[in-house]
């Protein structure tokens, strides 16, 4: 169960055992004054939009922050996102004293949306080249050690079957070869240990210290500790048992460190440690699998990304454009300990589109919508997955939050659970909608409610806002009078978009901006999701349709309200002491 109660001693730097740096992010309503505005300085119309939202939500001038960059240039890479936008505006902010100010960053009508692909350095190649040759010398330790246990006579083991298809690892025949064979053993010794918890009297063709010595090598003394029972009062067995006692403890200060470490695992000696806290608790398959995430890592696999998500984390200093990042304030993943090893993330919301007069209606019109309030139906469009895939999860998903909308919310909610989209004619006055899966092939599937929120859940959405004959979602929800929609900008996977379980109440509430709304719920950051709208438009603030009562009665949702509270600002000294470590 995730806990939010953060006390005052999480603002303590402690010794490593104990270490609680500061809560990266103090959640309450935004102000106006805690936003920050983007801008090109090298578009004019950039520059007018900028004064214009300003001067529509009451937010400073002086908040709003000019970049010199390229004009009409949608793609840029990632050293020159770290050079002319992230480390500009950490620059900008500094010398305006505004670090512990700004919570949000608008970017505008004329700031690229995408940070395109990095190439490995030569040292990243050099490491890749000694984590190769060390998988080789684990797959063949691993598997003489499944042929050791093959080999012990009188313990009735079933028949191994290995893994399928691997696509996970983006075609390395070497990772995808010794990570079928960590996952053999892992397999064979987790049988084997279960046959050894049951039958503890079993006798082996060796002793069963031999046994005990294999599940430590391949597994480490982690899983040993979580997993085996010892039996008996023997000398020996109480001392097993006072050794097992002892190295649980010490794995969870362990996991701990490497959660510490991986935080700001661009740093070479920091992999270093990661891979012997993996080979220390968690045997020859835990280094196996650290080492193939780390081969993942430094040949960029994964190196595009929306140049809003790497935003938020701009106060990390440097991020390695490589792979995402765990989002340590959604509420699904937060922990403390977790959570306080993370600099202050940033909110960041995007006001974009086909031309400036479009974006300016959208601004507008939140305004009005604000005043009034919202009203209309929330629609959820399932796809009738009843499987066990990613696929049909998601599904299920989508049938739970309608169901659970439908006893709590006091809106009307509308599910369709078949194949085929909705159809327009029958589905009118969309205030809220969730749905999938038509992919880049945007379909008028609602009457929409002037104002409305929604996202569409599939690839390639937010490709691009400036391209009128564009089929993607974002784009014309936007056209068809959205006032917010997230997509992403290339193949996001299906985990990364903001489950509608927490997105869709957390907006009925009306205790929250949007942007609050999915910076909360989005699970990744320097990743390919973005957020397109107003980041203070709250459409239900004077009439909300999902209490704050039902929110506290959800034990995720609850977590927010908790935060408010709980949750304190960052300390100046302590975000250098964070920006120190790198």
Request: with cysteine.
């Amino acid at each position: 169960m995730l806990r939010w109660a953060v006390c005052m001693a999480a603002m303590m730097i402690l010794t490593f055992s104990t270490i609680r740096l500061p809560v990266c992010c103090a959640l309450s309503v935004l102000r106006p004054s805690q936003v920050a505005i983007v801008v090109n300085g090298n578009n004019d119309q950039s520059i007018a939009l900028s004064h214009y939202y300003a001067n529509a939500r009451h937010i400073p001038l002086a908040n709003i922050i000019e970049l010199n960059l390229p004009d009409n240039v949608q793609d840029i890479t990632a050293p020159f996102y770290d050079v002319r936008v992230a480390a500009a505006i950490r620059q900008i902010l500094t010398e305006r004293h505004m670090r512990s100010q700004i919570r949000c960053l608008v970017t505008t009508y004329g700031i690229p949306l995408k940070v395109g692909p990095q190439s490995p350095s030569f040292a990243d190649m050099a490491e890749v080249r000694h984590l190769r040759a060390r998988l080789i010398e684990i797959n063949t330790d691993l598997k003489a050690s499944i042929r050791r246990l093959d080999s012990m006579d009188g313990l009735t083991k079933p028949k191994i079957v290995p893994p399928g298809n691997l696509t996970i690892l983006a075609g390395g025949k070497l990772r995808t070869r010794v990570y079928t064979t960590a996952l053999e053993c892992k397999a064979a010794l987790a049988q084997t240990l279960a046959f050894f918890n049951r039958h503890p009297n079993a006798k082996t063709g060796a002793d069963n210290t031999e046994l005990l010595a294999l599940f430590r090598h391949c597994l480490g003394v982690a899983v040993m500790a979580q997993s085996l029972h010892v039996h008996g009062s023997s000398l020996q067995s109480m001392e097993l048992a006072d050794f097992l006692r002892q190295e649980k403890t010490k794995t969870l200060l362990a996991v701990r460190r490497y959660d510490m470490l991986k935080v700001h695992r661009y740093k070479a000696a920091n992999r270093r440690e990661m891979r012997h806290i993996k080979r220390r608790f968690f045997g020859l398959t835990g280094e196996a699998v650290e080492d193939i995430s780390q081969i993942t890592y430094l040949l960029h696999v994964h190196s595009k990304s929306s140049l809003d998500s790497d935003l938020m984390m701009l106060w990390y200093g440097r991020i390695y454009h490589s792979d995402w990042y765990q989002n340590p304030i959604q509420l699904e993943n937060w922990h403390a300990d977790l959570a306080a090893l993370h600099p202050r993330i940033m909110m960041v919301s995007r006001i974009d589109g086909l031309n400036i007069q479009m974006v300016e209606a959208m601004i507008a019109r939140g305004l009005r919508v604000e005043a009034r309030g919202l009203r209309g139906k929330v629609y959820i469009d399932a796809r009738g997955l009843h499987g066990t895939d990613p696929y049909s999860q998601f599904d299920r998903l989508l049938r739970r939050t309608a169901a659970m909308l439908k006893v709590e919310a006091k809106i009307p909610v509308v599910l369709n659970d078949v194949p085929a989209l909705f159809k327009r004619a029958e589905s009118p006055d969309c205030a809220v909608y969730c749905g999938w899966y038509s992919v880049h092939h945007f379909v008028n599937c609602c009457q929409w409610v002037p104002g409305f929120v929604g996202y569409h859940v599939a690839s390639f959405e937010l490709d691009s806002l400036h391209n009128p004959t564009d089929t993607a979602w974002c784009i014309n929800l936007l056209k068809h009078k959205a006032c917010g929609t997230s997509g992403p900008v290339w193949e996001p996977y299906l985990f990364s978009f903001p489950p509608p379980n927490l997105f869709i109440p957390l907006l009925l509430s009306g205790e929250f901006p949007q942007v609050e709304v999915y910076s909360v719920s989005i699970p990744n950051m320097a990743w390919r999701q973005a957020y397109v709208g107003d980041p203070l438009y709250n459409p239900f603030r004077h009439d909300p349709r999902f209490s704050r009562a039902d929110i506290r009665g959800n034990r995720t949702l609850r977590k927010i309200i908790d935060i408010q509270d709980a949750w304190i600002p960052l300390r100046e000294f302590s975000m250098k002491y964070i920006m120190h470590m790198k």
